[in-house]
Each structure stands twice: as C-alpha cells, then as structure tokens.
C-alpha cells in the first residue's frame, strides 16, 4: 500500500486542542464501537471481528498516557446477546516502529502483519460483571514508546480489538486521557480509525456523522457501507457537496460510491451523516464503513475532524449583464 501523504497544519492542532479525545466523539452522536466474537454471523453488522484503533499523541508531550475503555466486558448492560454470553476478546495495545507504518495495519482486512510494532499490553476481556458499564484503564504508557510519524506530528499507538470466540457484540468507547482515573484530554490528541464499525441510534430521530480526511493527492473517493439493513439514508456533505445521497447496503451486503474530489475540498474533512428512517424503527442495527482514494488506499476518519466540520459554501458566478444599446 503507498503510503497517504496530507499536510497537518497549524489549524489541525488549534482544533483538536482542547478538545475530548473519545471514539466515538461525542459530536458524531454514534453510541458505541461494536466488535462481535468469532464464531457470530457477518450478518450481525462485523464484517471480520477485528478492528484497529490508532491513539496520536503529539510529540512535545512528554507525560505518561492512558487509553480508557468504556465497558470492556461482554455479558451486561450494553452488549449485545445472541442466546446466553458465551465471547471472549483481546485488546491490545502497540507501539514502536512499525506500528502504525506497516501497510497491513492501515488495512481493513485481517493481515498477518497487522500486529506490528511492539506489543505493550494485552488483556482477554468476557462476562465479568466488574467490569460491566465502567471504565477500564490501560496504562501508564510512556508517551515515547510511540511510533513517531511526522506527518501527523506525533508518536501514534495501535489498539487491536479481536473476537476470540462466541458469537455476541461487544459495544464499547474509548477516550484517550492524560488520567487513570477520569476521562481528561491529552491535549492535541486524536484517534483515527481506518474502517468504522460502530451501532447506530435507537432513536428514530437521531443523525450521527464521521470525518473521513481528504488529502491533497485524492482525486476521487470510494465510500463502502456494509449491512445498513434498510435503516434510512447516508448522505455526503463537504464544502462543495450539499448533501449527496448514497447508495446503500442490505443485510450482509457491501455497496461502493464512487465520488470525485475538486480542489476545495481538498485537505478538507467529508462527513457522512447517517439518518435513520422515521417509520420503521430498525433497532440495534451494526455498520461498517471505510472510504478509499484512487489507489484504493484507504482514508482516516479522525474523530475530532481536521480542519473542523465541512461547511458547504456554494460558488456563485456572476455574469455581467448585456445591455441593448438601444434600449434606455
């Protein structure tokens, strides 16, 4: 995979500040990560039972970090079952050299080599009610142990969430803290994510958004979904795009968009807004979502936007008026 090279400027850090850094955040009004164990059906909304999360941290940061997950277990108030809990996951925690720059860990598919790096911590979590509807901490993490990318302007660590086994989802967040004990910013931090699988609302009413970034090399964007289940509309908008309305998927199927990128929106976020239908409520419904340039590289959703939210701004092109010299 070549890699996908984007200026990060000044703006990027002024935005992210002081911002909260949670996955899902809680502008993109998305309740929870979702991961289900091996032996469940994709049909469930997981296409592979393996997601993989990267932390940015940026570089004059020099105290230790914690990496924060919100009901880590499978078996209580929030996890989905199919008949009694029986799933086990792994999370686990990478950094050094590779981590983030290996192709197979920028890929959607579960590759041999998408555990590079250096392993710093790993914990199997199932049915343990300790850990139900509470925060789990990882860490401390020396902020050095990161692999340092300059183009991000930080030292990023890889989080893989992986189904072991049973077949139930596990639904959960992550917030990138400063803290072992509360949910307190690392001030400039980010969280980025490749492949998006998330839940939606149950909240007919309800919109959630992601920010894929486009970076100046993109001409053009592939937008997959994966078993939306007929749950209403996903529409694009950018600062060109008012919008746009996607095709989307059935249970267990991929549907791809293809849209072209001009000028403006480049180094610019896209969001996705995703609607849910208002007279039938699909409930619990499980997606995926990745976006891929023209290499068929694919894209990162930060979930704090750089550049901030697109906000559409319609070109208007004034003609001059050709008057008849006769007319007074």
């Known amino acids: 995979m070549k890699n996908i090279i984007f200026t990060l400027s000044l703006i ?14 809680v502008e993109e009004n998305i309740p929870f990560l979702v991961t289900f164990g091996a032996d469940s059906e994709t049909s469930w909304g997981d296409d592979d039972f393996y997601q993989i999360y990267f932390f940015l941290v940026p570089e004059n940061h020099t105290e230790p970090i914690y990496i ?25 925690i990478y950094g050094g050299l590779d981590c983030w720059s290996n192709p197979d860990a920028q890929s959607v598919n579960v590759e ?19 850990f139900d509807n509470k925060w789990y901490t990882f860490g401390p993490i020396n902020p050095f142990e990161g692999e340092i990318v300059n183009k991000f302007g930080g030292r990023v660590f890889k989080l893989i969430v992986k189904g072991l086994r049973g077949d139930d989802g596990n639904l959960y967040k992550f917030f990138l803290s400063s ?21 939606l609302s149950n909240d007919m009413n309800d919109i959630s958004q992601i920010y894929p970034y486009i970076d100046d ?44 990128i001009v000028k403006r929106e480049k180094n610019t976020s896209l969001e996705l ?26 894209l990162p959703f930060f979930s704090v936007p750089i550049g901030g939210v697109p906000v559409y701004v319609p070109q208007i092109k004034m003609k001059p008026i050709r008057r008849n010299p006769k007319s007074k």
């Open 68 to 92: 924060r997950v919100f009901d880590p277990e499978i078996g209580g108030m929030h996890d989905e079952a199919k008949g009694q809990f029986n799933t086990e996951n792994n999370m686990s």
């Open 12 to 25: 990027f850090f002024i935005n992210i500040g002081c911002v909260a850094q949670s996955i899902p955040a």
């Open 217 to 260: 090399k993109t001409i053009s964007v592939e937008i997959t979904n994966f078993d939306w289940d007929n749950d209403g509309y996903i529409r694009l908008n950018s600062v060109v795009k008012n919008g746009v309305l996607c095709d989307v998927s059935n249970e267990n199927q991929w549907v791809h968009n293809r849209f072209k």
């Open 179 to 199: 803290s072992p004990k509360e949910n307190k910013p690392v001030e400039g931090g980010n969280i980025f994510t490749y492949e998006y699988t998330f839940r």
């Open 273 to 298: 807004q995703f609607i849910k239908r208002r007279d039938v409520l699909v409930r619990d419904n499980n997606v995926v979502i990745s976006v891929r340039n023209q290499y068929g590289e694919l």
């Open 112 to 130: 041999e080599h998408s555990n590079s790096g250096n392993l710093l911590i790993s914990k199997n979590f199932k049915n343990e009610s300790i």
